[in-house]
């Protein structure tokens, strides 16, 4: 039990973080800003019940402040509840059927991204340079969307072709896009 009351903040943070990774993930999948809903929903839900349960991480991470534990309980509880109000809204809606649209490409470009590597205690150093593709496309509402793409695809592509994207109803209500399955839906102008 002693063991067990160890580890548990460290589970429930590190779970929070996956939580708030989720939470990133769905505002770049999402078709509009209902990303939001889940998120304002967990805030809500965790206020208004204890606010995070402050007393367990003042005990746990040996903080007297309590405005710090109760921010520390506010972020984690409600990375918790949005992991899982996330994660239920991709499961697909039982009455709907997925979507597949051929979408417009506004822009193709590619960002710089550099490798990293620790070479002592506070020293990194930058390594080879490496690239990701992109494209923004325009969906049938008239909203602007990243689209990750592969080096080979991003090279067979121009402005003005269309990708097929497939949108996704969740259970929850919330529509998310993803790259159709069929790559060969692409068409050029």
Same mark, same amino acid.
């Given at each position: 039990?002693?063991f067990?009351?160890?580890?548990?903040?460290?589970?429930?943070?590190?779970?929070?973080?996956?939580?708030?990774?989720?939470?990133?993930?769905?505002a770049?999948?999402?078709?509009?800003?209902?990303?939001?809903?889940?998120?304002?929903?967990?805030?809500?839900?965790?206020? =208004?019940?204890?606010?995070?349960?402050? !007393?367990?991480? @003042? $005990?746990?991470?040996?903080?007297?402040?309590?405005? =710090?534990?109760?921010?520390?309980?506010?972020?984690?509880?409600? #990375?918790?509840?949005?992991?899982?109000?996330? $994660?239920? %809204?991709f499961?697909?809606?039982?009455?709907?059927?997925?979507?597949?649209?051929?979408?417009? =490409?506004? !822009?193709?470009y590619?960002?710089?991204?550099?490798?990293?590597? !620790?070479? #002592?205690r506070?020293?990194?150093?930058? @390594?080879?340079v490496?690239?990701?593709?992109?494209? /923004?496309?325009?969906?049938?509402?008239?909203?602007?969307?990243?689209?990750?793409?592969?080096? %080979?695809?991003?090279?067979?592509?121009?402005?003005?072709?269309?990708? $097929? =994207?497939?949108?996704?109803?969740?259970?929850?209500?919330?529509d998310?896009?993803?790259?159709?399955? %069929?790559?060969? %839906? /692409?068409?050029?102008?």
């Amino acid at each position: 039990m002693r063991f067990l009351r160890s580890i548990l903040p460290s589970i429930l943070i590190t779970l929070a973080v996956l939580g708030w990774i989720f939470v990133f993930l769905q505002a770049k999948m999402a078709v509009s800003g209902e990303w939001r809903l889940p998120v304002t929903a967990a805030c809500i839900a965790v206020i =208004i019940t204890r606010g995070g349960a402050p !007393r367990f991480w @003042g $005990s746990e991470l040996r903080i007297k402040n309590g405005v =710090i534990n109760r921010a520390i309980g506010i972020l984690v509880s409600t #990375g918790l509840v949005a992991a899982i109000l996330i $994660s239920l %809204n991709f499961i697909p809606h039982p009455g709907k059927e997925d979507e597949v649209y051929k979408c417009p =490409i506004e !822009r193709l470009y590619k960002t710089t991204h550099q490798h990293t590597r !620790r070479v #002592g205690r506070h020293y990194t150093t930058t @390594g080879s340079v490496y690239y990701r593709y992109h494209a /923004d496309v325009r969906l049938r509402d008239g909203k602007v969307k990243e689209y990750p793409l592969t080096l %080979n695809r991003y090279r067979k592509l121009h402005k003005g072709d269309s990708l $097929s =994207i497939e949108i996704h109803h969740g259970l929850l209500g919330m529509d998310y896009f993803t790259p159709a399955k %069929n790559k060969n %839906n /692409d068409s050029r102008k």
